[in-house]
């Protein structure tokens, strides 16, 4: 989150940053674009967005909105206590493109939602949490099939996943296959 905050403060850094990723034949960019104490860029501060998603297509890059952080809890947002919030998170990134320019728009979304963080996942309740997991994503996916044919939506997803099968929709499969299944 730092980081990202300090690419749209610091040309500098981002020069360095730059040149790093590049050197290393990096070819897209996840860029955290949620709140950070208090700070939220992509809702208040569009313009230094816009500037900096324009630099990084200009150089070669694509580029992804990174959202979930420990810091705000994200892996609660498969609840349905937190709805509101998991839905503004995602609508905050389309409602930003919305408004930007071709080449100062996020390519995609990256979703890093770890449900298995909450203190309630154990044995007992992977299953149910799990399904709410993938109904929170397939929410997700389809707010951003409405941006547009190009906008992709991936999401981490742990190796470990595959140690657990999960009955979802009539059909029962490791975890990650399901959501290997409904993200790009």
Known sequence: EAEALRLLDDRAYETRVVGLLRQHGFSTLFLYADDYRGRNPVLNERGAYRGLLARLHRAGFRVEALLGSYPMKTWEYVLPERDQAARAMMQHILDY????GPQERFDGVHL??????LD???????????RMFLARSREWVA???????GFLVGAA?????????VAWEGE???LNAHLQD???
């Open 97 to 100: 493109n919305a408004a930007a």
């Open 120 to 130: 309630s996942w154990n044995e007992g309740t992977r299953a149910g949490l799990s």
């Open 157 to 165: 997803i742990p190796f470990w996943y595959d140690g657990f099968a």
């Open 143 to 149: 707010m951003a099939r409405q941006a547009g044919k």
């Open 172 to 174: 029962t499969r490791p």
């Open 182 to 184: 409904l993200y790009d």
């Open 112 to 117: 890093d939602i770890e449900p298995h963080a």
